[in-house]
């Protein structure tokens, strides 16, 4: 019996309308979510997690625009308004999230040189969260995905997921993008190739 891990990636206050890196409709995924998430055992959630003075932010780099991209010494990294700084509001988790049964909240984009979307590996692709031995050592091989945003967090936590051997569905209509410069269906495409399947809330919810 396949019994999938449920992941929710960054349902944050930032990243909901009023929040400093806002995904259109971010918070409209809550409800769907508290729904969702009581069919699963295995609730893992996700927190971006920065220091003050990430890597990631623009305000770090002079001369650069919010949006921009920089070479930084792991690969091109979006420059981003400041957001989800570690202990701040905007780093909570949406206060209407009802997922009390999650039984791990795994905090990422820790290291202030090295962002990481990827609940699994950070941006460097080598350092490791240690979540793939948490679902592992728990008998997981299955693991669904939905939050913020569908075109950064959520697909290199189901890319990377796919690359630790993990079968992957990722349930679109519980997540919602951010869309930069068509970065929502270069997404899609990239999860297409690598098997991650798309699910809806329907297939999953008890008729
Ligand atoms: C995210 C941009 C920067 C996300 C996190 O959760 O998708 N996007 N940090
Ligand atoms: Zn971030």
Redesign the pocket.
Known sequence: MPDPALLI??VQRD?CPGGA?AVPGGDEVVPLINALAPQYRQVVLTQ?WHPADHS?FASQHDGHAVFATKQMHYGPQVL?PD??VAGGDGAALHPALDVPHAQLILRK?VHRAVDS?SAFLEADRVTRTGLDGWLTSRGITEVHVCG??TD???AWTALDARRFGFDVTVIEDACRA?DLDGSLARAWDEMAAAGVRRARLADILPT
């Open positions: 990636v960054d990243f890196l971006d990631s981003w957001h989800c984009g979307y913020l945003a950064f967090c959520v951010i």
